[in-house]
């Protein structure tokens, strides 16, 4: 009896402990995920009844420009983004030397993950301000005349990923610094004894040990490349007229500024699947990791 | 062990003991209670808000709370709060933002208690909360619309304020001779450009085509909107305008009019806290120049209120409040630190210099509309702030800038 019920217990110990976690991803996820969804096929202002619309928003979602500038601007990102994992690791491998006062230099590149998105993009507005700007006061000194990215329609969503990059580099640059100190000593001795050096010692001993550290990189990039939001809202709120939204705000934008919440539902949608791509990608490369170790 | 237990034991009983007490509290308290939701930013008004309401509840035995709110996060939490837990008095914007909620029935009716208090009488910008005939809530001040200039700069270059659409090209020469921005706009947060819209078109094509368009019975499409897109883009073409406006906000370019870099900007009082506190007396208001002589002059006076939601817990209590603080003197005490234009015309403003002037801009108007984000549907609003701030940038897109808000405004009022 008493052993039946251990038995029981010993069998439901994963699933209670599951529970909670599965619990929360059920309702923060998956339901909010299937209600936006249902959302997204009615017209709503948010209060009020909702009106069924069929796929309605869709289809103007495909006729309206600024989902398309939105989709590029998305497009920006990712690729831009793209180049945090390489900076990150060219850092990580900088400081990583036993040298006097890289713990300084250490530091005031790890400083940018310490402040917050807010205070990132505010530091950067000051930055590209066209007429006290740091940015200003450079060109000043040589002459020129400093553009007004935040004002140009073509310049201004690469000065918002730019700013957003400095803490995504410093954030790959921890993740490499820790895969760095996990370097399996006896590989790397291994590769002195045959006269491995520089950029072979890298090539050949280094970087393959970091593939793991790589792929996680490069996959929170791409997620965090699509789910900015925060810094286009402090830095632009979009603008000028609406040249540096990306799908996020535009959907925050409709939702919550145009009261239209079946529309921004539907753009959530859009994103939503789009992010999928790169959440199975790495699922699917984590599972395989797995199974083969 | 025994020591945990025992802790543990006691510290079930304490907070039982704290339980009992939290609950029996309201028993003996009084039962009469308010809930204000403010949405005021100026710290000073804030003070006297809540300094006000604490009188409010000595005199009148009840107790008070006032929760503020970030006056840009209420706009959205107010469509939250309102249906599910109402306060007992709100602060909101007339016009098309408040019609909206009387729609719905979220606001009171307080038409009897107007009309008790003979408040129509001194207020004449009553209409703003009036939705057919009943009235929803009570002007508390005004924002007079119009351009801003430094007195001191005007005098040094013997300038006067421009009057007619001629004077604004012969006014931008001399002001760029003197090494001046014409007219300082910060379009950052989108509003000022569509505020620059109101006034040509108010001037162009008259009140009553201006409400025609607010309310969603004229395409943005129409040949009369290209009668005022036209004169605009010959005075952004003629470099009038803030270099770069869309990177700054309202406050920004205000400090460009306050360090003597730009001659005259478009705002309400509120500039003044552009301002530092010794230049404010060098404030100057004059009313946007003439288009055409035979048109009437009207101007944009948007209107703050506050309401008593249809769902507040204690209307009655709500109802003494909007009575006390309607009271000329505390209405003033209210209004004095923001320097908005008193609603009700029995108050003396003439010891601020900013709301005389502003009551000086204000003799002679023959008709207000309140402001374009407060008169249309808040989505065409939405898309006609992007394309003004757009046109100001590349007015060689008008044609299209217009198509793409009449799109926003046949989805919401309708093909016509």
Redesign the interface.
Same mark, same amino acid.
């Given at each position: 009896m008493l052993r039946n019920r251990r038995k029981l217990l010993h069998r439901a110990t994963p699933a209670l402990l599951l529970a909670p976690g599965l619990l929360l991803f059920l309702v923060v996820i998956v339901f909010s995920a299937l209600r936006t969804f249902w959302i997204s096929l009615h017209v709503w202002d948010? !209060?009020?009844d909702m009106a069924w619309a069929g796929l309605a928003n869709y289809v103007e979602l495909w006729g309206d &420009?600024q989902f398309w500038v939105s989709l590029r601007n998305n497009v920006i990102w990712l690729v831009v983004f793209l180049l945090a994992p390489p900076l990150g690791l060219a850092i990580a491998l900088l400081v990583n030397q036993k040298i006097r006062s890289m713990r300084l230099a250490k530091s005031l590149f790890f400083m940018p993950l310490v402040l917050s998105t807010v205070t990132v993009g505010v530091i950067f507005v000051w930055f /590209? %301000? &066209?007429t006290y700007g740091l940015l200003a006061l450079i060109f000043d000194a040589f002459g020129g005349t400093a553009p007004?990215v935040? +004002?140009s %329609?073509t310049w201004v969503t690469l000065a918002v990923v730019f700013a957003a990059l400095w803490p995504q580099v410093a954030f790959c640059m921890v993740l490499f610094l820790a895969g760095l100190n996990n370097l399996d000593e006896e590989i790397i001795g291994a590769g002195r004894v045959d006269n491995a050096r520089g950029w072979q010692m890298l090539r050949h001993v280094v970087l393959p040990q970091l593939r793991q550290v790589a792929f996680i990189a490069v996959a929170i990039s791409m997620i965090g490349a699509l789910r900015s939001f925060d810094i286009i809202a402090v830095m632009? +709120?979009g603008? &000028? !007229?609406?040249s540096s939204t990306n799908l996020a705000y535009q959907m925050y934008?409709e939702s919550? !500024? +145009? /009261?239209?919440f079946g529309y921004g539902a539907a753009l959530a949608t859009v994103l939503f699947a789009i992010m999928m791509v790169f959440i199975v990608w790495y699922l699917i490369r984590l599972l395989r990791d797995e199974r083969g170790a | 062990m025994t020591r945990l237990r025992l802790n543990r034991r006691r510290f079930l009983a304490t907070s039982a003991a704290a339980g009992t007490a939290c609950l029996g509290a309201p028993l003996y308290a009084q039962t009469r209670e308010l809930v204000i939701i403010s949405n005021r930013g100026n710290p000073d008004q804030r003070a006297a808000l809540e300094a006000l309401a604490k009188e409010f509840g000595t005199s009148a035995g009840v107790k008070v709370s006032v929760n503020n709110m970030d006056h840009e996060a209420h706009k959205t939490a107010i469509r939250n709060y309102l249906v599910a837990s109402p306060p007992d008095i709100n602060f909101w914007f007339s016009g098309e933002r408040m019609q909206g909620f009387v729609e719905r029935g979220l606001f009171s009716d307080i038409t009897d208690l107007v009309e008790q208090n003979g408040w129509a009488d001194v207020v004449p910008a009553m209409g703003a909360t009036t939705v057919d005939g009943r009235i929803y809530g009570l002007p508390t001040a005004g924002l007079l619309w119009g351009l801003w200039y430094r007195q001191d700069v005007f005098d040094e270059n013997g300038w006067t304020p421009p009057a007619t659409a001629e004077d604004f090209f012969t006014f931008g020469e001399t002001a760029k001779a003197a090494g001046m921005t014409p007219f300082s706009i910060g379009t950052k947060n989108m509003w000022p450009a569509a505020g620059w819209f109101d006034h040509m078109n108010l001037r162009i094509n008259g009140l009553e085509h201006h409400k025609d368009l607010m309310a969603g019975r004229i395409a943005y499409t129409d040949a009369s909107l290209m009668k005022v897109m036209e004169p605009w883009t010959e005075l952004v073409n003629a470099g009038l305008f803030l270099e770069n406006a869309t990177s700054y906000a309202w406050e920004q370019a205000a400090a460009t009019l306050a360090q003597k870099k730009a001659a005259m900007m478009d705002l309400a009082g509120f500039i003044s806290y552009g301002f530092p506190e010794e230049d404010r007396g060098q404030l100057r208001f004059a009313p946007f120049p003439t288009y055409d002589a035979g048109m009437g002059r009207y101007e944009d006076f948007s209107v703050d209120s506050i309401h008593i939601p249809a769902g507040a817990k204690n209307p009655e209590v709500a109802r003494e409040f909007l009575t006390y603080f309607y009271q000329p003197d505390t209405l003033w005490s209210y209004l004095e630190p923001d320097g908005n234009l008193p609603a009700r015309t029995d108050i003396d403003v003439s010891g601020n210099h900013i709301m005389s002037e502003s009551k000086k801009g204000l003799v002679g108007v023959d008709g207000t509309s309140q402001y374009y984000d407060r008169d249309t549907n808040p989505d065409v609003a939405q898309a006609g702030l992007k394309g003004f701030q757009e046109f100001m940038a590349r007015p060689d897109r008008a044609e299209r800038i217009l198509a793409d808000i009449e799109r926003a405004r046949a989805r919401v009022y309708g093909a016509l």
């Open positions: 948010g !209060f009020g &420009p /590209y %301000d &066209p007004a935040l +004002s %329609d632009t +709120s603008g &000028p !007229f609406g934008e919550l !500024f +145009s /009261y239209r | -």
